[in-house]
C-alpha cells in the first residue's frame, strides 16, 4: 500500500470508528457543541442535611457528587461538547427555547417533598409545542412508589408512551446479575455497549408514534418517538446516577459508562434549532 493509500485507509476508518463509539480527534467537532442540556430540578426538588446541618439538595442533580447524584452523568455530557444547565421554575416556552435536549427524572411524590411540584396542563402544553419545534426531551421515572406517575403520564401519554407503575428487576444485595439486559438491539443508544444494569424500573406501554427500543421477557424497557422536528426517549428509571454509572460498584461486565455516552451522542444527534411557531 503506497503512503497515499495509507493516509486514506487510515482517515477513513478513524471516521468509521468516530461514528461507531462516539470519539472524537483533538480538534474535531463534538456532538454536544453548542448544545444545552438542561436538567429538570423543578419537578424533583429533593432536600437533605448536611453534615453541618444546612439544608442542601441532592437527588440526581448534577452538583451532587454521591452515589445519589447525577454529577458523573454531567461530566460525560460535557465531555461529548454540550454544556449542562438546571432548571428551578416551571417549563414554559421562554425557559425551553434555550434547550436543547431537556431532562426530567423522578417527579416528587408527597413522600419525598414537602410541596411536591406536579405537571401541569399548560406545562405539558409548553413542553409538546417545544418538541415539536425540535426539541428533545428525556424522560427518566422509576419504580412504583418512587415516582409521581400520574401528572407524568399525562405528558408522556401525548408521545404515545405510559409508565406501567410497576416495579421490576428488585436487585437484592448484590445479586447484580437480576437488574442485567446482555441481549441489546442493533441501534445507535447501544453502539458499543454489551451490557447494561436497571434496577427496580417501571415496565412501558406504547402506541403510535412510539417505539420499543428495548423490550425483555415481553417488557418494554425503553421507548422514544419522533414526533414534529423533535424526539422522545423514555426509561423507567434514573438509571444513570453516579451509584450504577461505573465499575465504582458494578461488576466490570457492564458497561453503564458507554451506554450514557452512547445514549447522550444520540439525542445530541436528534437536537438542533428549535424553530419558532
Known sequence: MNKMKKSLFVIAAAGLFSFIVGWTAPGAPKPGKQKVVCLDCYHN??????????????H??????????????????????????????APTRRSLDSASIYIIVDPDTPA????PHYITGPEIGAIVSWVKRGGVLALFANDSGNCEFKHLNRLAARFG????EDSRNDVVGKD??????SDLPDIPMFMGVHEIFL????????????????????DIIMASAHVGKGFVFAVGDPWFYNEYIDDHKLPKS????????????????????????
Do not use: C, M
Open 112 to 115: 419525598e417533598t414537602k410541596h
Open 254 to 277: 457492564f458497561d453503564n459508562y458507554d451506554a450514557a455516552r452512547s445514549l447522550f451522542i444520540w439525542l445530541l444527534s436528534k437536537s438542533g434549532p428549535v424553530e419558532n411557531d
Open 45 to 58: 426538588n429533593e432536600w437533605k442535611k448536611a453534615k453541618d446541618g444546612r439544608e442542601v439538595r441532592f
Open 60 to 89: 440526581y442533580i448534577w452538583e451532587d457528587t454521591a452515589n445519589t447524584g447525577y454529577s458523573k452523568l454531567g461530566g460525560i455530557i460535557e465531555k461529548l461538547g454540550a454544556k449542562i444547565t438546571e432548571s428551578r421554575v
Open 176 to 181: 447484580f446479575q437480576v437488574g442485567a439486559f
Open 199 to 218: 434496577k427496580e424500573i417501571s415496565t412501558l406501554r406504547i402506541s403510535r408514534p412510539a417505539k420499543a427500543d428495548l423490550v425483555n421477557r415481553g
Open 161 to 164: 408512551i405510559r409508565f406501567n
